[in-house]
């Protein structure tokens, strides 16, 4: 049957991302070799075969479980429940976090208790209980079974992240993201990581990289308190995190050192990033390459150029647009893209 062959050292991340976006067949268990763990599949997606992965014919075991949450779900709900229930929901470490529909939410106890049957690897339910907001574009979430807790530790990219959920704003689905980033950095680079969160881009970076020096900024408390917390839990030197406002923090250290530049620059805050434009050309250089993300509608993309134009005239720099990438999806019709480009 259908096989998703995938090195070792990445079986935590591509798990992850099958199992989310619901590519994993739950009736089969997972096999493993010296150097490989292969997946069972519902069917294929697209991979990138640079990635060390591979669609393979393979002969699964049947798992013990008593098959998938739906199907357990038939058990204690009526097929009319049935209908409403989404099935899909997101696994940051040992935390799966569910949207429950307004007419399940007499059922939602039922649902967490039933998906901790299913699956193993998960250890707490919560629920979403709002959407992402506020200045630190976090999410309160709602307990609803097992370990009674909103902190984990998530793997990926050969690192552990340690975060609370509901008080730092964290996605799994950048874990490509910040691979391709990880693959484009060259040796001795300088990098400045604006919005660094709980820190999974310079800790990433610093662990996979030959990066000189990682400089993250982050806003929020809470995001910071973990992000060092990361940079030690990772065993990491090569990282330095600031908390404060990145509107303040780069004045400041330009007023301390007016030399400062970057060789490269991240902006992983697509909802404003375009406000913070005047920020990173201001630690830029002739060279300096910079990643700029946004939310758009497909076919829109042009104006996030567009805002990079805009901020280059002003600061008197002229720039190349290098590359044009899609994140993941935000909602219908609407991608998290990123825009590389360079300071010529």
């Known amino acids: 049957m259908l096989g998703l062959k995938v090195p070792l050292k990445d079986a935590e991340k591509w798990k992850q991302y099958i199992i989310v976006n619901n590519f ?14 292969y997946f069972p599949l519902i069917s294929e997606f697209t991979i990138i075969r640079s990635q060390g992965l591979e669609f393979v014919d393979k002969e699964f075991n049947k798992t013990k479980h008593k098959g998938t949450l739906r199907e357990n779900l038939g058990k204690s709900l009526t097929k009319e429940e049935l209908e409403f229930v989404k099935t899909a929901h997101d696994i940051i470490g040992s935390i799966a976090i569910l949207e429950i529909p307004q007419d399940l ?7 967490a208790e039933t998906l901790l049957q299913t699956n193993k690897q998960i250890k707490t339910v919560l629920k979403k209980a709002d959407i992402h907001g506020g200045v630190y574009r976090t ?5 609803l079974a097992g370990e009674k807790t909103k902190e984990t530790i998530y793997r990926e990219n050969n690192v552990q992240l340690k975060l609370d959920v509901e008080k730092v704003y964290f996605s799994i689905r950048l874990s490509n993201e910040r691979k391709r980033i990880m693959k484009l950095i060259q040796p001795g680079e300088e990098v400045l ?13 610093a662990k996979n ?25 990772n065993k990491i030197k090569s990282v330095d995190l600031i908390c404060g ?7 400041k250290l330009k ?5 400062l530049t970057f060789d490269r620059i991240l902006m992983p805050l697509p909802k404003t990033a375009d406000e913070f ?13 910079i990643h700029f993300y946004d939310f758009l509608e497909l076919g829109k993309f042009d104006e996030a150029t567009e805002k990079i134009d805009k901020a280059c005239k002003k600061a008197g720099f002229k720039h190349k647009i290098l590359e044009i990438v899609k994140c993941g999806q935000h909602a219908p019709y609407i991608y998290r893209i990123c825009v590389d480009f360079k300071i010529i």
């Open 209 to 233: 990289t030959e990066a000189k020096h990682i400089l993250g900024i982050e806003i929020n408390p809470d995001g910071h308190k973990y992000g060092l917390e990361n940079v030690k839990l």
């Open 193 to 205: 990581v604006m919005f660094s969160g709980c820190a999974p881009y310079p800790v990433v970076l």
């Open 105 to 111: 939410v007499f059922r939602e106890k039922v649902i």
């Open 139 to 143: 999410q309160k979430m709602i307990y």
């Open 24 to 37: 994993i067949n739950n009736n089969y268990q997972y096999l493993k070799d010296k150097n490989h763990i």
């Open 255 to 259: 007023e301390k050192n007016s030399k």
């Open 277 to 289: 434009l005047d920020d990173a050309l201001a630690v830029s250089k002739k060279g300096t390459m």
């Open 245 to 251: 406002d990145v509107h303040e923090v780069i004045p």
